[in-house]
C-alpha cells in the first residue's frame, strides 16, 4: 500500500502544479509605451562662473604708504577718476634734489665751456700743450653727458610723484578694494593690486568648461539656457561667443573653454557666480518621440549577445493588438534625443506600443521583469 500512497501523491501534485502555472489570466504579458508626437531639445550639459566681460586690476607702480583712497567697494568711477593717493613727501623730495643735482651738472658744465675756451686760446698762442686743450675738451663732453643724465634723473623723479596719484584706467565699478589707508604697497617684484574695477556689469559672460566628448557638437550662436544657486527657480538666458582651442586638464579629464555672453540689465548676477549650463545643440518641434526605456529593452537570454547597431539605428519591439500578439523587431532610425525621450525619424507611427518590460505573475500580482539582457528570466 505504500508505493500505491506515494504514486497517489506525486500525481496530486504534477495536477496541482498544472492547475497553479495554467491559471486564466496569468500567461506573461508585456510593459509598453506609446510613440507620441512632442518637442525635444538636446542639450550639452557643463558649469561655469560668472564674470564681467572686462576686468582690470589697478595697481601701483611705487612702494610706499596710502594715505588717502577715493572708492571702496561696489563705487561706480570713471576713466581719469582718482581713486587712491600714495604719500607723495619722499618722492617730492627726491625731485628737489634731482633738480639741484640738475643745477649743479649745468654749473659745472658753464665752468667746463670756459675752461675749455681758455685753453684753446692759449694753445692757439703755443701758451699751453695741447695734452691740455685735450683734457679741457673731455672735460667738457662730460659735463654736457651730466645735464642729460641729471635729466633723466629728474624726469624719473617726477614720474614716480606722478605714480603716487592712482587712477581708474576705465568707466566701471569697484569689484573688489585690497589696500586699507596706512598700508604700505611694495612693488619691488610687481604691481600690488589695490582695485579691481569690472566695466560693465550689465553684460556679462560664463567662462564654462565642456568635457572633450561634448565640445565637438558646441557652436558659436547656440543659446545656452542656465541657473544659479541664488535664484534656483529662475532659468537665464545667454549664447555662446567663443569656443577656445586651449585645453584644460584635471584629473585626467580634458576640458575646454566655452564662453558664453549673458545679459544683466536687472543686476541679479554676481560676478563669481556658479552658473549651470545647458547649451542647445539642436530642437525639434512635433516630432515623434519614444522614451528611451525602450531602446534599452531586448528579449534576450542570459549568455546571449547583442548584435552591434549604428548610431541612428536601433531596434524595438513592436507589440501589435491582440492578447495573444507577441512582440516583433522593429528596425527604427533615430534623430536627436534630451536623455529622456529620442526622435524617431522612421520605422514607427503614432500610438505604437513597444515594450519596455516584460512582467509575470507573481503570487497573485504582476511584477515587471528587468530588461538587463544578460539577466535571467525568473518566473515566480
Known amino acids: ?3 500505491v500512497l506515494i504514486l497517489l501523491l506525486v500525481i496530486a501534485g ?8 495554467e491559471r486564466p489570466g496569468e500567461t506573461p504579458g508585456y510593459i509598453t509605451t ?6 525635444l531639445t538636446q542639450a550639452v550639459t557643463a558649469t561655469g562662473q560668472l564674470n564681467p566681460v572686462l576686468n582690470v586690476q589697478v ?15 561696489n563705487s561706480p568711477v570713471k576713466a581719469g577718476q582718482v581713486v587712491a593717493q600714495i604719500d607723495p613727501a619722499e618722492f617730492e623730495a627726491s625731485v628737489l634734489q634731482a633738480e639741484g643735482d640738475l643745477e649743479s ?7 667746463a665751456k670756459i675752461v675749455a675756451a681758455r685753453t684753446k686760446d692759449l694753445r692757439d698762442k703755443d701758451g699751453t700743450p695741447q695734452s691740455t686743450l685735450d683734457n679741457a675738451l673731455a672735460s667738457l663732453h662730460q659735463a654736457e653727458a651730466q645735464i642729460k643724465i641729471k635729466q633723466g634723473a629728474l624726469d ?7 605714480h603716487c596719484t592712482i587712477y ?33 556689469l550689465t553684460n556679462m559672460q560664463i567662462d564654462s568648461s565642456v568635457a572633450e566628448a561634448d565640445v565637438g557638437s558646441v557652436r558659436e550662436g547656440q543659446g545656452v539656457d542656465f541657473t544659479v544657486d541664488a535664484y534656483p527657480y529662475q532659468t537665464f538666458h545667454g549664447k555662446v561667443t567663443q569656443v577656445r582651442n586651449s585645453p584644460a586638464t584635471v584629473q585626467n579629464v580634458v576640458t575646454y573653454d566655452v564662453v558664453i555672453s549673458v545679459k544683466n540689465g536687472d543686476l541679479k548676477l554676481k560676478p563669481g557666480m556658479t552658473a549651470n549650463l545647458s547649451i542647445v545643440i539642436a530642437q525639434r518641434s512635433g516630432v515623434l ?4 526605456s525602450a531602446l534599452r529593452y531586448h528579449p534576450f537570454e542570459a549568455g546571449q549577445k547583442r548584435a552591434k547597431e549604428k548610431r541612428s539605428e536601433k531596434t524595438v519591439y513592436l507589440l501589435p493588438e491582440g492578447k495573444a500578439a507577441a512582440p516583433r523587431p522593429v528596425q527604427i532610425n533615430t534623430g536627436i534625443s534630451d536623455g529622456i525621450s529620442t526622435e524617431v525619424l522612421s520605422g514607427l507611427k503614432e500610438g505604437d506600443n513597444i515594450v519596455i518590460a516584460r512582467k509575470e505573475a507573481a503570487g497573485g500580482g504582476a511584477a515587471a521583469q528587468s530588461s538587463n539582457p544578460f539577466g535571467p528570466q525568473r518566473r515566480f
Not at 504534477?14 to 502555472?21: M, P, R
Not at 595697481?59 to 567697494?73: E, P, T
Not at 651738472?105 to 665752468?111: I, R, S, V
Not at 624719473?156 to 606722478?162: F, G, P, R, S, W
Open 156 to 162: 624719473k623723479a617726477k614720474v614716480d610723484l606722478a
Open 14 to 21: 504534477a495536477a496541482l502544479g498544472a492547475w497553479y502555472w
Open 34 to 39: 506609446a510613440v507620441a508626437h512632442g518637442d
Open 105 to 111: 651738472a649745468k654749473a659745472a658744465l658753464e665752468l
Open 59 to 73: 595697481g601701483s607702480q611705487i612702494s610706499g604708504n596710502i594715505s588717502k583712497l577715493y572708492a571702496d567697494w
Open 1 to 3: 500500500m505504500k508505493p
Open 168 to 200: 581708474s584706467p576705465i568707466d566701471g565699478i569697484v569689484i573688489s578694494r585690497s589696500v586699507d589707508v596706512g598700508q604700505t604697497v611694495a612693488a619691488g617684484f610687481s604691481a600690488p593690486i589695490i582695485f579691481l574695477i569690472a566695466n560693465d
Open 289 to 292: 518621440t519614444l522614451g528611451n
